[in-house]
């Protein structure tokens, strides 16, 4: 967790108005709010405002918490579906960009002469050629 907060540059900051924040819903008597904010934008609060020391607060597990109780919908004129989530990154958030980062980057080291992978944006493809099924499925599941 602290090298996540350090890669990108954030600082846990124990002021919820500030921006995006994380409550434990499990454990949730007692501990602060964590906030994550960037390098830039702490230089404009008050000192006082940033835990330079651990926090009792259940914070190491913000990542775990963040991807608790997630759904995804399907929607269209005549039908609306709903699922849990339990894989993938999630989007639209202040921490999805670094979380994909973290998530992505150990999977694009996987290029060889038998599998090529490529990412934009959000997206992966994989490209793997033989000429028995086999052998696509076995260069596909070992890279």
């Excluded at 992505?104 to 992978?117: A, F, Q, T």
């Excluded at 028995?132 to 599941?141: D, G, P, S, Y």
Aim: glycine fraction near 6%; charged fraction near 25%; aromatic fraction near 10%.
């Amino acid at each position: 967790m602290t090298d996540f907060i350090s890669l990108n540059s954030l600082h846990v900051c124990n002021i919820p108005e500030l921006g995006p924040y994380f409550i434990s819903t499990t454990f949730g008597k007692g501990n602060p709010d964590m906030t994550l904010i960037s390098s830039s934008f702490q230089d404009g609060i008050k000192p006082w405002g940033i835990l330079d020391r651990l926090s009792p607060s259940d914070h190491k597990n913000f990542i775990y918490y963040y991807l608790l109780d997630r759904k995804v919908v399907f929607k269209d004129e005549t039908l609306e579906i709903e699922r849990d989530c339990h894989k993938g990154c999630p989007q639209g958030s202040v921490v999805a960009p670094n979380l994909w980062n973290i998530y992505v980057n150990r999977v694009l080291e996987l290029n060889s002469e038998k599998v090529i992978l490529k990412a934009f944006a959000d997206d992966l493809a994989l490209v793997t050629t033989d000429s028995v099924r086999k052998e696509l499925e076995t260069n596909t599941n070992e890279g």
